[in-house]
């Protein structure tokens, strides 16, 4: 059950809150990742890398370069009971902390080089398309427009998006900029339409939207929310502590409710937030510091509180402009551009994991 007369801390999910949570841990436990992938990838910098295949070189970044005195298991977890987290290859990972890290579900391949070379056939995908067709108006749709009308200005870009107006996790005002910078790049948006994904093929360049209107594009990119990755969670001890939507209802100090030594942190909590990364790490920084002092014996009712802030969202448009809805402003064009779009906060995130920027 311990290594070196440490505490065993099992990290199941390695994205961003999950790969920080374990980095910061290691030396203080004895520290096991499980992960069915061999690399972190920083969410924020993918569009980018589907235009410049390149810039995934710093932003896919492989378990093992971080952790230096650490268990990575290359595997899923599929059920977990009061002392163990059972992985998808047959092991029995003992715990006697656990954090739970699984976040949204996503189809990325399992190895780093397979990754990279999806970013070369986005690339190429959209290289030899003329017109592209991006179905999903949130931050993904709208980035990635961004990031194509920048990269290949000659482009026709459609953008089809289901709400009534873009980014609908934001302000109006910054949802208004947002519209007008596409339209302004000559993006055709059509809001309140969809486009029936069990229709989709990649030989089809006529696309039918919900509103009766046919959409040409030589190809086109589905950019719409991905479900929670929380449904193997209902077979296991935590599925009285999920709530009705599939997330983990956790205390102010981030213990999934009913449990002393389970923790939840990122996409996967019931926190009344947007879910962006930089609050997901914050979740990571404050759950090392709670098990940092269980650890060291102190009891339940010292440990830190999480508490939500204003909602603040930077939206990149391309590579030098972007948007920043802050506490009580809004602002768009080239500031928040130099704030995220140009170097997307890789250098900063990697800085944190203790790799050079």
Same mark, same amino acid.
């Given at each position: 059950m311990e290594a070196a007369g440490k505490p065993r801390v099992v990290v199941v999910g390695g994205g961003v809150a999950g790969s920080l949570l374990a980095k910061t841990m290691q030396g203080h436990a004895d520290v096991v990742l499980l992960d069915p992938k061999d690399y972190l990838e920083i969410p924020w910098a993918e569009l980018r890398s589907m235009v410049e295949p390149s810039f995934a070189e710093r932003s896919l970044i492989y378990h093992k370069d971080y952790l230096t005195d650490a268990t990575i298991v290359t595997s899923s977890a599929v059920n977990i009971t009061e002392s163990a987290v059972l992985t998808a290859d047959g092991q029995s990972l003992a715990y006697d902390y656990l954090v739970v890290a699984t976040g949204h579900a996503v189809t990325s391949p399992g190895s780093r080089a397979e990754r990279l070379k999806e970013f070369q056939r986005d690339?190429?995908? =959209?290289? +030899?398309?003329? +017109?592209? @067709?991006i179905i999903g108006g949130g931050p993904t749709g709208v980035e @990635?427009?961004?990031? =194509?009308?920048v990269d290949y200005p000659e482009t026709k870009v459609t953008l089809v998006h289901r709400g009534p107006r873009l980014l609908e996790f934001v302000g109006d005002k910054? +949802?208004?900029k947002c519209l007008d910078w596409l339209t302004s790049k000559k993006v055709d948006v059509l809001l309140q339409q969809s486009v029936d994904l069990g229709s989709l093929s990649d030989s089809e360049k006529s696309y039918k939207t919900s509103g009766g209107e046919t959409v040409m594009a030589d190809s086109h990119?589905?950019? =719409?929310?991905?479900? @929670?990755?929380? +449904?193997w969670l209902h077979g296991t001890i935590l599925k009285e502590s999920l709530d009705n939507k599939g997330r983990l209802m956790v205390e102010k100090d981030l213990r999934v409710k009913g449990y002393n030594n389970i923790f939840a942190i990122g996409d996967i909590t019931d926190i009344p937030e947007i879910k962006q990364g930089y609050l997901a790490q914050k979740h990571a920084l404050l759950v090392a510091k709670n098990l940092k002092l269980l650890i060291k014996g102190s009891p339940v009712s010292k440990l830190a509180t999480y508490s939500t802030g204003y909602p603040v969202a930077l939206i990149s448009l391309g590579r030098n402009e972007g948007i920043a809805q802050l506490p009580f402003l809004t602002l768009s064009g080239c500031l928040p551009g130099r704030i995220k779009s140009r170097g997307l906060f890789v250098g900063k995130t990697r800085k944190e994991m203790g790799l050079n920027s």
């Open positions: 690339k190429g995908k =959209i290289e +030899s398309s003329e +017109s592209v @067709l @990635l427009a961004g990031e =194509i009308v910054a +949802s208004k990119f589905v950019c =719409i929310g991905k479900p @929670l990755s929380s +449904s």
